[in-house]
């Protein structure tokens, strides 16, 4: 047992101190008074045997001390668990790096229990029922393992109220894409060790997007994407050389689905002009680079995924839903063979890449692997307990108690003095 404000059992106790000192107290002699015979008395001394303390009202003292009791023990906020139990919080990852959703099922199966809570994530973590994983299917987002480690963190404060010890479980393919710089810190806030579970990541060199592409016959991006071999009739990228429809933005929602809007020409973009249209020799998207004469004509607003050679904006990107949209502002001379070429390949590449970036999906390092896991012992409940947002159960019943103590307390009163 334990307790959220044991200070509150000191009180109680000095309380009760002085409630049995008053009780005492109160019961003092009346004023002694002569009378007019006195004087006949003999002046010799008198000898009478007495009691020195007399237990009177016994009932009504042990109503008056339980009462205090009851109220400090309410303060105090008596807390029970159940002795050796350990409360397990499973992290299961279904994001865009791993392989296989059946073998992140059969994996949390093996040692998940009806009473463990699962933590599922990508980019983002939420508390989910250990039964919705019969029909878990992996996303397009990349995973963050800072989001997961974060919400397991606050599901444990909860758990920690009933179990002794708790313990975290990752299953995870660990890709290297999933760690950022808030993880070493959110890792090393966590005092117990981390049980890893390592699953099947996908092989991100045998990944090819397929793209659908809407444009205009002889459309010069299209020819060079066809080239590459990524052009289908269905697939996870969209790319729109026209004027975006409601369609189009109501698809990109969907999950892992990319809508790359790269207008042909001014007419269907839409966009805000830039104050001052110049032109520029070179666009870059990562290592990509390719150098030539662009116009440039737009002003676009977002994560920047490819810049103007001095820095600007030259592609952004929007998360919308479990999706995302991209803007493309480099105009493409269709009379040119630019798109034939191996750097707009590569440059082309980053644009129809995942949402998020191209899939970085190898396994962090021994290294890493053994400060995830950390040590062999597991966190104590107390370590992680948070006592301004608890509450006891046993509160209110000893708030009731110490009512009907209260009570009974004045009926024996009122009992003795009709008594006298």
């Known amino acids: 047992m334990s307790w959220l404000l044991p200070s509150a059992?000191?009180?109680?106790?000095?309380?009760?101190?002085?409630?049995?000192?008053?009780?005492?107290?109160?019961?003092?002699?009346?004023?002694?008074?002569?009378?007019?015979?006195?004087?006949?008395?003999?002046?010799?001394?008198?000898?009478?045997?007495?009691?020195?303390?007399?237990?009177?009202?016994?009932?009504?003292?042990?109503?008056?001390?339980?009462?205090?009791?009851?109220?400090?023990l309410a303060v105090?906020?008596?807390?029970?668990?159940?002795?050796?139990?350990?409360?397990?919080?499973i992290m299961v990852d279904h994001s865009r790096a791993v392989a296989s959703a059946g073998e992140v099922r059969d994996s949390v199966r093996r040692i998940a229990s009806t009473a463990d809570v699962v933590v599922l994530f990508d980019s983002v973590a939420r508390v989910t029922p250990l039964a919705s994983l019969d029909s878990l299917r992996t996303t397009g987002a990349p995973g963050?393992?800072?989001?997961?480690?974060?919400?397991?963190?606050?599901?444990?404060?909860?758990?920690?109220?009933?179990?002794d010890s708790l313990e975290l479980v990752l299953v995870s393919p660990l890709a290297h894409e999933e760690l950022d710089a808030a993880t070493t810190k959110l890792r090393?806030?966590?005092?117990?060790?981390?049980?890893?579970?390592?699953?099947?990541?996908?092989?991100?060199?045998?990944?090819?997007?397929?793209?659908?592409?809407?444009?205009?016959?002889?459309?010069?991006?299209a020819a060079g994407l066809s080239l590459m071999g990524v052009a289908a009739p269905e697939g996870s990228?969209?790319?729109v050389r026209t004027a975006p429809t409601h369609d189009d933005s109501l698809w990109a929602t969907g999950a892992g689905h990319v809508l790359v809007h790269w207008p042909a020409r001014d007419g269907v973009a839409g966009w805000k002009h830039r104050a001052s249209i110049d032109a520029i020799?070179?666009?870059?998207?990562?290592?990509?680079?390719?150098?030539?004469?662009?116009?440039?004509?737009?002003?676009?607003?977002?994560?920047?995924?490819?810049?103007?050679?001095?820095?600007?904006?030259?592609?952004?990107?929007?998360?919308?839903?479990?999706?995302?949209m991209r803007d493309?502002?480099?105009l493409i001379d269709e009379s040119s063979d630019l798109t034939l070429r191996a750097p707009f390949r590569r440059f082309a590449a980053e644009l129809i890449s995942p949402c998020g970036g191209a899939l970085a999906t190898a396994?962090?390092?021994?290294?890493?692997?053994?400060?995830?896991?950390?040590?062999?012992?597991?966190?104590?409940?107390?370590?992680?307990?948070?006592?301004?947002?608890e509450s006891s159960p046993w509160t209110p019943w000893l708030l009731a108690l110490a009512a009907l103590l209260l009570l009974g307390e004045l009926a024996l009163r009122r009992t003795q003095r009709a008594v006298a």
């Open 9 to 72: 059992l000191g009180v109680a106790a000095a309380a009760a101190i002085l409630v049995v000192a008053l009780h005492f107290i109160a019961r003092s002699r009346p004023l002694a008074e002569a009378l007019p015979t006195a004087r006949f008395v003999p002046n010799r001394p008198v000898h009478a045997k007495t009691r020195s303390i007399a237990l009177t009202d016994l009932l009504l003292l042990l109503a008056r001390v339980a009462a205090v009791a009851a109220l400090g």
């Open 76 to 89: 105090a906020g008596p807390m029970i668990s159940r002795r050796g139990r350990v409360a397990r919080i």
């Open 144 to 163: 963050s393992l800072s989001a997961a480690i974060a919400a397991a963190t606050r599901r444990a404060v909860v758990a920690s109220t009933d179990a």
């Open 188 to 221: 090393a806030a966590w005092p117990g060790r981390i049980r890893l579970v390592p699953v099947a990541a996908v092989d991100s060199r045998a990944v090819k997007p397929r793209v659908q592409i809407r444009a205009d016959a002889n459309d010069a991006v």
């Open 237 to 239: 990228v969209r790319l």
């Open 281 to 324: 020799g070179g666009v870059s998207a990562n290592d990509a680079s390719v150098v030539a004469r662009f116009p440039r004509l737009w002003v676009i607003e977002g994560d920047a995924i490819a810049r103007w050679s001095d820095g600007e904006a030259a592609a952004v990107e929007r998360i919308v839903g479990n999706g995302c």
């Open 328 to 330: 493309v502002a480099v």
């Open 363 to 389: 396994p962090v390092d021994s290294v890493t692997r053994v400060a995830l896991a950390g040590g062999n012992a597991l966190a104590v409940s107390t370590s992680v307990r948070d006592r301004t947002i």
